[in-house]
Nanobody
Framework: QLQLVESGGGLVQTGGSLRLSCAAS????????ITWFRQAPGKEREKISC????????NYADSVKGRFTGSRDNDKSTAYLQMNNLKPEDTAVYYC?????????????????WGQGTQVTVSS
């Protein structure tokens, strides 16, 4: 069974950092792009980053560009999202997902593979 499991969320002060992990089980992550989303209470889900299967291509939402960095270690079947200079507006549940495409297709949807989410709370 294909599964993604996020970890690394928590409570941090404004300006702090966290690194989220997205571990794959039941399949090899090597060939698949990983997209990160977040959803804050009362707001729509926001796509914030994507990294291609070999890590050679990344993209970011304007809201996180310059502060967040996506990476991956395919030997560990794990993708990461390094989040620096966190702000209260970054508070949300963060999810990783894949549509089993090698490149960032922009088409990850609810019928694809999602993790359970990890809460990030940034205090002011």
């Amino acid at each position: 069974q294909l599964q993604l499991v996020e970890s690394g969320g928590g409570l941090v002060q404004t300006g702090g950092s966290l690194r989220l992990s997205c571990a794959a089980s039941g399949f090899t992550l090597d060939y698949y792009a990983i997209t990160w989303f977040r959803q804050a209470p009362g707001k729509e889900r926001e796509k914030i980053s994507c990294i291609s299967g070999n890590g050679g291509s990344t993209n970011y939402a304007d809201s996180v560009k310059g502060r967040f960095t996506g990476s991956r270690d395919n030997d560990k079947s794990t993708a990461y999202l390094q989040m620096n200079n966190l702000k209260p507006e970054d508070t949300a549940v963060y999810y990783c997902a894949t549509d089993l495409h090698y490149y960032c297709s922009g088409s990850v949807g609810s019928n694809d593979y999602w993790g359970q989410g990890t809460q990030v709370t940034v205090s002011s």
